[in-house]
């Protein structure tokens, strides 16, 4: 739907492979937000031009109208011009200003960060790109101690500061979102990218964070289950200890390697 010079041939599988997926969801009475989403993005499939006025289109909305009484969504789905000028709104005359003076903060201010920056912080994250749009993130997060050392209690690498950590988020993406085999690594994918746009929007909004690595086993991750309320369904990605910086802080440096270490120009083998 996005190529300006799409072939009205193209789609048509996808088309009817959702509106498949959506009369099921329909006739199981378990239509939620994302099946609205998808239904309004089927109806301006069929009214792109090319497809419009077809036999195919009209068969297509005649399913969604009648037979699942489609209600017009949020009008935020398909596609929207989107210039150049827009692009460049968000271009940083000097990025290395925000990106350099992003550290890892393991002491902040005895306060808690008020729930609506937390909901600000995740409503920039997840603008993040995911595998086909599927955004299958969950940030779980406490201002509540009890909460915080219960989980922390079984995070190997907050000693000497979880105890005055003022907030805690735990990380995770939803595996139902996955097909198992070809994406069977995908959600450590798609969790990696949350993760760092959530560290990226509360620095944005003046909150430091510090990552705190999940890689754990079995036996510890089930007790993190019985002890705090998670999802089965939800894996684990990391957890993220944030709060306001002090006025004046330590943080640790560590020099970074000269970028040729990190490129190499892609070629041909011969």
């Known amino acids: 739907m996005s190529y300006k010079d799409r072939d009205p041939r193209r789609g048509w599988g996808s088309a009817l492979a959702l509106l498949s997926v959506l009369k099921n969801k329909n006739l199981e009475g378990s239509s939620g937000f994302d099946d609205l989403v998808g239904a309004e993005a089927l109806i301006k499939f069929t009214e792109l031009p090319g497809n419009k006025g077809t036999a195919k289109a009209q068969s297509i909305r005649n399913e969604l109208v009648t037979k699942l009484l489609y209600k017009k969504g949020p009008e935020s789905e398909g596609v929207m011009p989107f210039d150049q000028e827009s692009f460049y709104r968000g271009k940083l005359d000097r990025p290395e200003d925000f ?28 603008k993040a790109p995911s595998v086909c749009n599927r955004q299958p993130w969950h940030i779980y997060h406490t201002d509540e101690r009890v909460v915080i050392d219960a989980a922390l209690k079984l995070q190997s690498g907050n000693s000497g500061f979880g105890h005055i950590v003022p907030n805690l988020a735990i990380i995770t993406t939803d595996l139902k979102a996955f097909m198992p085999g070809n994406e069977h690594y995908q959600h450590w994918i798609e969790g990696g990218i949350i993760s760092m746009s959530l560290i990226h929007a509360f620095h944005s909004l003046g909150v430091a964070s510090c990552c705190l690595n999940w890689s754990q086993s079995p036996h510890n991750d089930v007790k993190l289950r019985k002890s705090i309320s998670i999802k089965g369904e939800h894996t684990v990605i990391m957890m993220l200890a944030f709060g306001f910086p002090d006025r004046y802080n330590t943080v640790c440096m560590s020099a970074r390697k000269p970028v040729t270490k990190f490129e190499t120009k892609i070629e041909i083998r011969v």
Request: glycine letters at 4%.
């Open 99 to 126: 990106f350099f003076s992003r550290f890892s903060l393991r002491e902040f201010q005895p306060k808690s960060v008020e729930v609506g920056i937390v909901r600000r912080a995740i409503s920039l994250a997840i």
